[in-house]
């Protein structure tokens, strides 16, 4: 026959052996505990305090199997016996013709973890004097074991987020790119730490949500095309301390974390962390772990944009805001081989501002640069987002069109003369309007090089120059066009 | 092994769960004896926490049972396979709950055992306030009958006209379900786009089940208690002399070969009628349980022949039989363990006035807030501070958590 101290040590190992599954540890236990003092089941239920309730966390029974439903969680507050046991720290004790139980209560130290409730459950016969002195002292060491599990379980998840929080880290400072940061955040979010979904987004100057992504636990990046509902969100957050908080409401669980991202004191975005899913409760630990995260964030988005716009600096014309003579060519080069790659076209627009030398020497340099500029953003009107145009020298300016051919570029050609000629530009109160002249050339019909294809366009451009200007030619039909 | 497959099920029935199941599985067994069925048996409370931690890990049950009110997440995140081609246009299930099982026009799931939930009734406490429960056909009939045991209470001492757990249990859900659908509202607009829970006729429902309370009608006692307590008191200690249920007492306290059997006189003091109706008509929660084969399963063609086969006439009438539980098919005889008129009023709880929860991926956690919500408002209730206002400001903060959150989630 086994002594109540076998039973004891075998608990504590058990508890021991078990530390990293606190399901198992208390199963094989309740399992001890009813075979070694005859009662026919035992529960172990553990206190919910954020609800204030406690719900069963394993149950064993003389017929070895879960009981019943499983849902019936009990009010930790007044009125039962759970309660009593739990608030007062007692044991209490029920016998009455429909319950032959016990209740004692798991405190370690002042924390309340919950309680051990004992039964005779289906034969009702009352509980012993010897089992209740029994049981207390087993108690205790449910207390004891149930408390490491714990907090080995709350260390554990919290080694295992800092680890991964240092992961992130080294992993988005690897890049430069703020989309290839965001996709690496927050698949972390999703795939290392296991929440349902991830959101992020960030703000620009104007406190208008500049750019989106989303993550599920599939995998599943998505960009939100349409932002009103949680421009709302927004205004309503950060309105607020722009501190981390979950969905403050007074009836939804932890379920939604918001973490603004802030940089240098300015408002930069919004992290939003849910687990809608699952409808795993976020804690006070997460809110601290996604703050880390959210400020790391936030540097390197900084240094991102930072280097943005720098790289941009770089390849722009500071005049005009079109690209440069250096990126013409890089991305002319690159383009030529994409349209190799794939076997598309690809035409190249020469435009030279009609008299340009006349209207500065007429109007002044300032008022040349007002005509470059209305030119550039007619142009930037005119154009898909995928086509190039940059100013290659002076007055002229190239427009590379991927995915195009000679008809498809005259049309747009066309629509940026005919805009550039119909635009009253305002100066010295006089209307003044601007003529351009155009030449067209297309890849691989006009020419396979980019020297070639640049030499090309622009004889088609001074073939419109010789021939009156205000127009468009193609190269290849230089004596066609007029 | 190549032909094994994992089955994770909840404890259907009761004390006997295991051998339910295995005598079904021995069956299968030798009608397909090169494939192995292991086995698990989930609590309720553990089993969706579970089944996510498998799908993120992609890992787990090939073959699962799932609660009807799952579909919506389920087949949102694809976590299981589409069953549309197993289905015919003639099939055999229940029209309503096979309907459970769709969503996003596509079938993920195939019902396996119903429940609906249906008032049970004490007879000698009716008797002795002359009411006929025949007659209690709409919300206002059950209303007067509970004055009329209020009236009568002095004579039975503690009785109570209603048993009702305000608790936050996803059954009391169901139960105020019928009060807002027999008024005509609903939890979801149409399209499942927005909370509607301040929507007149929902608020209407609402109210309804609020003045039952308030004008002394259900046990302050059984407001306090879990849905197991408020019936032990219902069957063991004759506390009320109504309460909401689905079909699982008959097992527990009205079958002779429960633990918990109540003798057969006592039990013969019970009766069932349909939920009552209201003015937009008589509804009442229908659930109850589906199997699925999981979408990262090994062993596809394994895990469907063991779907096919439990949810045929065959093993369906067997396994409802045993659990005590009404079958998923029409063909399959209803063989509840209860007399002929009770098994019709079960029946007709499921074809005729059943209805669901609307099928949303964010259900879940839709349905969390409206527990939390209404366990706040009914914590005045209990201690007999009654506020029609306040009430109605509880539900405009409900319904707007739920459109917070459903524009958290931006689909």
Partial sequence: MTTNAEVLLKISSNFQEFIGNIDDALRLNLELLIDSLEFERAAVFLLDEKEQVLRPRQIATIHGEIEGEGENFVSAKKGTSFSEALNKGKTVVCSRKSEQSVYLPLIFGGLKLGVLRIDNFFSRKPVRKEQLSSLKTFSKVFTVGIYNALTHQYEKHQVDKLTTLTRIGTAIATTLKLGEILELALSSLVKDLGYDRAQVYLLDDTNRIRENLSIDFRGYFRTLEDVSHISQLFDSMLATDNKPIFQARKFSSNLIAYIPINCKGRKTGLLIVDNLFSRQTLTAYDLSFLSILADQLSTVIENSRLFERVEKLSITDSLTGLFNHRYFYERLSEEISRASRFGNNLSLIMLDIDNFKNFNDTYGHQYGDTVLNTVAKIIQDNIRAIDVASRYGGEEIAIILPGTDIEGAKIIADRIRIGIKEYALRINQQIAHITVSIGLVCYPVDATIKSELVRKADQALYWVKHHGKDGVCAFSRCEDYK | ?411
């Fill in chain 2, 1 to 411: 092994m190549q032909n094994k497959i994992k089955f994770w099920l909840m404890p259907n029935g009761g004390f006997e769960s295991e051998q339910t199941i295995d005598h079904e599985l021995a069956i299968f067994k030798k009608l397909n004896p090169k494939i192995e069925v292991e086995y698990e048996m989930l609590s309720w409370s553990r089993a969706w926490f579970r089944l996510m931690q498998a799908i993120k890990e992609k890992s787990g049950p090939d073959i699962i049972q799932i609660g009807t009110t799952w579909i919506g997440t389920l087949g949102y995140l694809g976590a299981v396979h589409k069953l549309d081609k197993r289905v015919s246009s003639k099939s055999s299930f229940v029209p309503t709950f096979l309907g459970m099982c769709r969503f996003y026009n596509h079938l993920w799931a195939l019902p396996w055992f119903c429940e609906g939930r249906v008032l049970f009734y004490r007879k000698d406490y009716l008797q002795k306030a002359g009411i006929n429960a025949q007659d209690i056909t709409t919300w206002d009939s059950l209303k007067a009958a509970c004055s009329k045991i209020s009236k009568k209470r002095d004579g039975y001492s503690k009785i109570s006209p209603l048993g009702f757990s305000s608790q936050k249990e996803q059954v009391i859900l169901q139960d105020i379900a019928s009060w807002i659908w027999s008024h005509g509202g609903d939890f979801l607009s149409k399209d499942s786009k927005h909370a509607s829970l301040t929507q007149l006729e929902t608020r209407q429902g609402m109210r309804y089940f609020a003045q039952l309370i308030s004008d002394n009608h259900v046990s302050k006692e059984s407001l306090e208690q879990s849905t197991g307590e408020v019936a032990e008191n219902f069957f063991m200690h004759g506390a009320f002399a109504f309460m909401f249920s689905s079909s699982w007492p008959l097992q527990v306290y009205l079958n002779s070969s429960s633990k918990h059997y109540i003798g057969k006189q006592n039990a013969s003091n019970f009766g069932v009628i349909p939920i009552p109706a209201g003015p937009a008509g008589r509804f009442n929660f229908v659930g109850g349980s589906a199997l699925a084969v999981t979408s990262f399963s090994q062993n596809t063609d394994c895990a469907m022949k063991l779907l096919e086969f439990l949810t045929t006439k065959e093993s369906i009438s067997r396994y409802c039989k045993n659990i005590n539980m009404l079958p998923s098919r029409i063909d399959a005889p209803v063989s509840l363990s209860a007399d002929k008129p009770t098994q019709k009023v079960f029946q007709d709880a499921i074809s005729k006035f059943g209805r669901s929860f609307p099928i949303h991926p964010l259900w879940g956690s839709i349905e969390q807030i409206i527990l939390n919500g209404m366990a706040y408002t009914l914590r005045d209730y209990r201690q007999s501070n009654y506020n029609l206002n306040a009430f109605s400001h509880n539900l405009s903060d409900i319904n707007q958590e739920i459109e917070y959150m459903l524009s958290v989630f931006g689909e």
